[in-house]
């Protein structure tokens, strides 16, 4: 029985330990920012801005909201005036009605809702298509969605616009 001795490579200099050490790095800042950041977030200090989806405020987000303890959730509130635009992504939203009463459509089929009750968006190939109705117009419809971004980059973190809010102003892009 022959053997032969297989020496390892010599690791690569230029770059040794690099991602190594951002790791630690990056680590070490989300312990900070857990230790450090908001544990409440002020209705007031968050301020509604109109997109492409509907009238939304944003308290959570994980790419431009870096004051919080909470680093990979996502949290909005969406005032549904008329009806939101339609969009497709990945389930796994949990959407909680705080006031009013209107219907979600998710993949062609109505889902009645009032305030109090949870809205699951579920967790599909190809995500779901929906789009949010208030059933009162002129009265408010709010529901706030809860959204664990790590899973939904697992599951790809596909998003698309299908149709546009009725009061988007802006410009697509």
């Not at 690791?11 to 790095?25: I, N, S």
């Not at 680590?27 to 908001?38: L, P, Y």
């Not at 909005?76 to 009463?101: A, C, I, M, P, T």
Request: net charge positive.
């Amino acid at each position: 029985m022959e053997r032969e001795r297989v020496r390892e490579k010599e690791p690569v200099q230029k770059d040794q330990g690099k991602h190594y050490e951002a790791t630690l790095r990056l680590n070490a800042e989300a312990r900070d920012r857990a230790k450090s950041g908001k544990i409440v977030i002020k209705a007031n200090e968050r301020p509604w801005y109109q997109c492409r989806q509907g009238l939304i405020r944003q308290y959570l987000s994980w790419h431009d909201m870096e004051d919080t303890a909470a680093t990979d959730w996502s949290c909005f509130v969406h005032d549904v005036k008329q009806h939101s635009g339609r969009h497709r992504h990945q389930g796994g939203y949990n959407l909680f009605v705080l006031e009013g009463k209107g219907s979600t459509e998710v993949d062609g089929q109505i889902f009645d809702w009032e305030t109090w009750d949870l809205i699951l968006l579920p967790v599909k190939p190809g995500g779901c298509v929906h789009k949010h109705y208030n059933k009162f117009a002129g009265k408010s419809a709010q529901w706030m969605a809860f959204k664990y971004n790590t899973f939904s980059r697992v599951l790809g973190s596909m998003f698309e616009q299908v149709e546009n809010s009725p009061n988007w102003k802006g410009t697509d892009k």
